[in-house]
């Protein structure tokens, strides 16, 4: 696997010209980044409803359009991020540190192969950035609770989709969210989506009064990116076309 190369940005090593439109596409997605480290400065309301409004146009099946959004700021954020702290940490108090997960959607069965090898390179990277020694569960734990605290976020952005769609309704709010993603980038903001978020479900759907037929899928904090913060250092790899595409040619 590779960090994301100068080639995706000129075009795989192309002398094409390629258009502006994809130049800058290729650089948003290239300079997005989970941020971990936030500011404390809120974001302005005309800026999130920019964010939103562009994410707006993301494609769905049959244009059905299942996501609705939650967003927390101000006073908002701070009585959530008390709420969503005290309930992590008492499930952990009554579980022995392991969370008792009741997500609305069921997480992966397991990683295997790659996948694993993946998910423990991006562990390990955002440990060595914040300085928790290999084998430190303690420390480890303590940096996973801060999903918990949102990271210091000052917005909160809450993903639901409605029951009767299914997986396919969960498929059309990730392309929502990954629009947003990139909307949050063009804006000079920092994002990070969040499944720990989607772990307490029953929690989420009482604190906002959701109703039974909309389903939770994810969560995610969000704000102006604190570049001197050190989870913010690191970046993750992602793997060569050579990896993930097959090309059939007869």
């Known amino acids: 696997m590779s960090l994301i190369s ?77 709420a969503l702290f005290d309930h992590a940490m008492a499930d952990a108090a009554a579980n022995g540190g392991i969370p008792h997960m009741e997500p609305d959607f069921p997480f992966p069965a397991a990683y295997r ?25 303690v420390a480890s734990g303590k940096q996973a609770l801060e999903n918990f605290r949102l990271f210091g976020a000052p917005h909160m952005l809450l993903v639901t989709s409605e029951r009767d769609l299914g997986v396919y309704g969960a498929i059309d709010c990730g392309l929502y969210v ?14 990070i989506p969040q499944a720990a978020l989607a772990t307490y479900a029953p929690m989420m759907r009482e604190y906002f ?13 969000f704000g102006y990116a604190d570049d001197s913060h050190p989870a913010n250092a690191f970046r993750s790899r992602r793997a060569d076309l050579s990896d993930v595409v097959q090309w059939v040619t007869q």
């Open 6 to 82: 100068r080639e995706v940005l000129t075009g795989g090593g192309s002398d094409t010209p390629w258009p502006e439109e994809s130049e800058v596409l290729a650089r948003l997605l290239a300079e997005r980044f989970s941020c971990r480290g936030y500011r404390p400065d809120p974001v302005p309301r005309p800026v999130i409803e920019r964010m939103l409004s562009i994410a707006q146009l993301s494609a769905s099946w049959c244009n059905s359009q299942p996501w609705q959004a939650i967003v927390t700021e101000g006073p908002g954020t701070e009585r959530f991020r008390k």
């Open 178 to 191: 990954g629009s947003v993603l990139l909307a949050a980038q063009s804006l000079g903001l920092g994002m």
């Open 113 to 137: 192969g790659v996948y694993k090898e993946r998910q423990r390179e991006v562990g390990w990277q955002l440990y060595e950035s914040v300085g928790v020694a290999f084998g430190d569960r």
């Open 209 to 221: 009064n959701i109703p039974d037929n909309r389903m939770i899928v994810v969560g995610a904090s």
